[in-house]
Every structure is written in C-alpha cells, then in structure tokens.
C-alpha cells in the first residue's frame, strides 16, 4: 500500500528532518498567537475572582503548564515503547527531544503552584497531593535525562532511557494514587487548587487557549531539538 | 474586565509579586529554551 | 529452569558469605542512619514515637539502595553475567535469583534488625508486628525495583548516585504504604489496607521486574 510507505519512509532520520522543520514553524506561530490570545483573555476578559482576588490568574500558567507536564510524560514513554518494540532509531530521538520540554514545564508548574500557594494557602510550599506527585514527575523528568546524559553510545542510552521511561509511565498512576493516599491522611482538608475558584467560562476559555500555545509551543521545541540530535548523530 | 490603568494592572490587587513573579520566570525559562535550542541548532548547521 | 534458579542462589549466597563485611556494612548504615534523626531532631520521647516508623522504613530503603551496586557489577566486571546471559536458562529467572540472593542477603537482616531500632525509639510493642510485616513484604519490591535501576546503569560512571535519582521516585509507593501501615496501627486503626497494597505490590513487581531487569542487562551488556 502506497500509504504505509510513504509512513514508513519518515521514519528515517533525513527524510523526518525537512517535515519537522516545516511542522516546527508553523507550530511556533501557532504557539505564540493562541499564547497572545490566551494571555488577553487572562487578564483582559475574565473577572476578578471573588475569594482569592487577582492572585488566581496564575492559574493560566499553572493549570496549563501542569497539564503539559503529564501529557509530555506520555508522549515521551509512548515513542520510547515505539523506539524498543520496532528498533527505530527515530523514535528513540523523539523521546529524548521531549524530555527537557517536559521537565521544563514541570518545573514550572511546581514554580508557579508555590507562588499561588503562598497568598493563598500561608505557605510557599504545602504537601499537597497534586504538588508532591507533581516533584516526583520532576524527578523522573531528571532522572531520565541523567541517564541518557550518562551512556556515551546513542543506541544505548536511547533503549535505557526508553526502558525507565516504561517503567516510569507504569508507575505514576501508582505513585499519584499512593501521594493522595498519604495526603488526605496527613493534611485533612485542604484546598483545592482548581476548584477554589468557581470556574467562570472565561476562566475555562483562558485555561484551554493556553493549553493549547504550550502544546504546539511543545511540539515546536521538540521538533526542533530532534533536528539538531538527527544533525548530530547522523 | 476593567483595569483603571497601568498601576492598577501591575499591583494586580497586592498580589503583584506573586502573578509577575509567576508569569515573568515561567516565560523567562520558555524563552530561554528557545534561545538555547536557536543556538544549538545554528552551531549544528554551521557544521555541516 | 528451578536448578538454575537455585545454582545461581547459591552462587551469590555464597559469594556474600565471603564478602561479609559488605553485608555488615549495609545493616551498620542501616542502623547509624536510624541513630542519627534523633541527635539531629531532638529525643522528645512523644515526637521520636510519631517518626519512627517514617525513619525506620527511610533507613532501610537507603540501605537496600546502597546495596544495590553489588548486585550486577562484579559479575558485570568478569563477564560472568554476559555468560549467565548466554546460557540455557531464562534471563528474568536469573535476573529473580540474583535479587532474591541479594535480598536475603540485604534485606531479611534489615527486618530483622528493625525491632531493635524500634526500641530505640520507644515504638509501642503492638507496633513491632506491623512494622516487621511491612518491611518483609516491602524490602523485597525495593529489591525487585531497585535492580532494574541497578541493570540500566550497569559499568556507568557516576553510578551510585545516578542510580539513586532513578530508583528512588519509583521507591515513593513503597514508602509511603510501608510506613503508613504503621501509623494506621499507631492510630488505634486497622493496617489491613496497606498491608495488602503492599502484597500486591510484591506480587506484581515479582511478576514483571525480573522482565524489566532481563531487558536492561540485555542493553547494558551489548
């Protein structure tokens, strides 16, 4: 079938690099216009929250960026399990070009949930189920990119970053469910970073534009870096 | 949503520090990726 | 399949017997870690009975970690492995007989040693049962867990403690059951929940682990 070629033919590190450069313009325009659109309607359109005041509208970054941070996670295993199972060099370059974005919005997220805590929860940093699981993806983000950074042939690193990026994916949902556990036992109540204000329209509308910047913003930034991996390895 | 001018804007209601601080090092990091990998990718291309 | 299993139990048993200070080594951090949170902390009888069984589990999942170096690496070093590897049996049933040998050999002394640190820090006596419990159904999936860490980063420089930030947000689960079982106990309620978390967590890691640690050795070694 002439469609299953042509696929296949991308898989190649030189035919992907001219498409990914192409894909990774249009995804950085993309990304800064639904951002420009997103940051207008954060702060222009939605009101002011009636319990928390001005301070919410980090919430604009932090849910989004929170988001991303999962997603990248997933993308990132799903081209790792790929790399192994059918032994392409391309995807195995695709995770790795994932992996700093990913800790990068990571970060972010535990960045900006500190400064929203503060104001208001009193304290920069709570053990707050979401927050807690959220540093242990950091350092699986980290620990991902140490391990890659550590292994000098690229056909190694590659297949044992996939392999702890499997096993790391198998395990959030165990560690996310096993930091609530132990959240609700040791915290008792407390609030919830997404349903303290209620969510007005704009506010959901804001949220999503976002979103959807820091996604193609993803893409771009990934597409990118596995053009200059395929520069350097090939 | 009405800001009553720049100050207003900037205070953010008191809570200025913690939106701009926010906002201001999250995109301060997302700029500094895309300097870093603009930078990777020209010293690549130069070495070609 | 059995007979290899157990040939390379007795290898490795045997092999520990003659480095017995590695061993002894492990357990002795085990128990200077442990002695150290109250000197840092404060010996207020109250607070170091609320900590133990946080401290207790932390010392051992750091003990079974350091230990996780000598799992593969003299093997590794004199081609052995590669050999184990080559052989006739599976490589997950040697991947499990060589973390069985070494949790019996890393981990059985910790649960074992745990009642005396215990002491140490006043836990009530009907906690010791909890406690030990935990540990024996816990330290074996730190074992199984951290040998998959222990595989991928075999012959690596910075070993050690690249090792470490691989294996212990995986060790989170683990921790937080294994104590927390304690302190449902210490709370006057049932640590059946927990308790049973964390048999599921062995049989499963014992189900796919060895999998896992057979495909890292294999990336390791080509």
Redesign the interface.
Known sequence: MSATIKWYWFASPQSFFPLAGTIARVCWLGAALLAAGGLYVG??????DAQQ???Y??IF??VP?AWMSMFLYLVMASWAAIGLALNTRLSGMMASAIA??GA?FT??AL??GA??G??TWGAYWVWDARLTSEL?LL??Y??FM??QA??DDPR?AD??GA??AI??VV?VP??Y???Q??NT?HQGASVSLTRAPSMASTMLAGMLLMALAFWL?SIA?AL??V??II??RE | ?N?GGWSE?LA????GF??W???G??FA??GL??IL?MK??QQ??A?? | MIAAARCVVARDLLLALRRRSDVATALLFFVIVASLFPLGIGAEPNLLRAIAPGVIWVAALLSSMLSLGRLFAADHADGTLEQMLLGAAPAGVVAAAKVLAHWLVSGLPLVAIAPLIALQYDLPAPLYGTLVLSLLLGTPVLSLIGA?GAA??LG???GGV?LS??V???Y??VL??GA?SV?MAAAGLSPQGQLQLLAA?LVASAAFAPW?IA??LR??T?
Request: aromatic letters at 14%; hydrophobic letters at 55%.
């Open positions: 702060f222009f359109v939605a009101p002011t005041g001005e301070a509208r980090i970054i932090h960026a700093p974005t990068l970060f972010i960045w900006t400064l929203w503060r104001p242990v350092f699986l980290l620990g140490a391990l550590a292994i190694r297949r044992a392999l702890l096993v790391g395990n165990i560690i469910y096993s930091v556990w132990w036992l913003y930034a990118t870096r053009r200059c520069l350097e | 949503m800001w804007f953010m209601g008191g809570y913690y939106v601080g926010s906002y090092v999250s990091l997302l990726e895309v990998l990777r990718t690549r291309e070495k070609t | 998959v991928l980063t690596l420089r910075g690249l930030l691989l212990l947000p995986l989170v689960p937080i059951f927390g302190d967590m896992a495909a890292a990336i390791s080509e």
